[in-house]
């Protein structure tokens, strides 16, 4: 990304709202941390120029083909991926074109940037304070979830589901490798006054991981709605333009909570906003509660599916070169 992206990206984040209202936020903190996001590495070359072209309706399968298989290691992985035995083709997958015709570009997109975002933030080898193969469960079950229902609410916004149910928490990973001891001081504060891990960040930093997420993939050049769903999936109802999108991911994040997939480090299920049954037409009980059984047993269905497709994503290094 060059100057003006970064530039438009650090006038979001000194004019961003506080997502949690009465927080005292630290002005010259809160810039600090957004300084030390703006340098973070960008992605890999092939892997934006991919996103890039996914979004560009005049990219043919060749022109996006021929991008991926200059990666070695991302074609390998990708086609594994591909043959799984979530998709279920009968035939085996020998080609990254063959793929792109089977599986669609924003199939190809998803795989593409799951196996990048997740090698690029992976393990941490060792790490005592935050489980990495959970943090990687929930979030890829998050994106399966954002998946099937976009499909199955017949959502506008199905394309970007998935990434934006893989990466909604990646602000976190952000914190952990880059502000370690702020970090955990957060897990600490979040366990021991049993605070949602969004309240004890505005605790102690002023800003969400939600935020700190939406500001590195903004310089990722990922669409401005995949941005907001991930500032805002604790507080869909503050979106601006792509109100669906958060409330998509602020619903299957609770979830995937609920449906015992994975642990991203709150020690309690964030409840759901008001709004998010009323958005997304979810099904209530007499009680005038969101009834979440029919959703859990369409997820669990899902999850045994896409069974092989978790493991290969949440350990990519398993997966041969």
């Not at 020998?94 to 940037?113: K, M, S």
Request: charged residues 25%; neutral net charge.
């Amino acid at each position: 990304m060059g100057v003006a992206m970064t530039a438009t990206a650090y006038r979001e984040v000194t004019r961003a709202p506080i997502e949690v209202a009465g927080a005292a936020a630290d002005a010259e903190r809160i810039r600090r941390i957004a300084q030390s996001v703006l340098s973070l590495p960008t992605l890999p070359t092939v892997v934006a120029k991919v996103v890039e072209m996914v979004q560009d309706p005049r990219t043919s399968a060749q022109d996006l083909a021929r991008i991926i298989s200059a990666d070695q290691v991302l074609t390998a992985r990708v086609l594994k991926l591909a043959n799984s035995s979530y998709y279920g083709f009968p035939r085996k997958i020998g080609t990254i074109n063959l793929a792109i015709v089977l599986l669609g570009y924003e199939t190809v997109r998803d795989l593409v940037l799951s196996v990048s975002v997740i090698e690029r933030f992976g393990q941490s080898e060792g790490d005592l304070w935050f489980d990495y193969s959970l943090f990687w469960e929930h979030s890829v079950a998050t994106g399966i979830a954002c998946r099937l229902f976009s499909r199955l609410f017949q959502f506008q916004v199905v394309g970007e589901a998935f990434v934006a149910g893989l990466i909604h928490d990646i602000g976190k990973l952000v914190l952990n490798q880059y502000l370690r001891k702020e970090f955990r001081q957060i897990l600490r504060k979040a366990n021991s006054e049993n605070l949602l891990f969004y309240e004890a960040e505005e605790k102690v930093l002023g800003v969400s991981h939600g935020r700190i997420g939406a500001w590195m993939v903004e310089r990722w050049n990922l669409p401005k709605t995949i941005v907001e769903a991930l500032a805002f999936h604790h507080h869909p109802a503050n979106a601006f333009r792509s109100s669906q999108l958060c409330h998509l991911v602020h619903f299957c994040d609770a979830l995937v909570r609920r449906g015992g997939y994975g642990h991203s480090g709150d020690p309690c299920i964030p409840p759901l906003d008001p709004a998010t049954a009323d958005v997304l037409g979810l099904k209530k009980t007499d009680a005038g509660r969101v009834d979440f059984e029919p959703y859990l047993d369409e997820l669990h269905r899902e999850m045994e599916r896409a069974e092989s497709l978790v493991a290969m994503v949440v350990k990519p290094r398993e997966v041969p070169a």
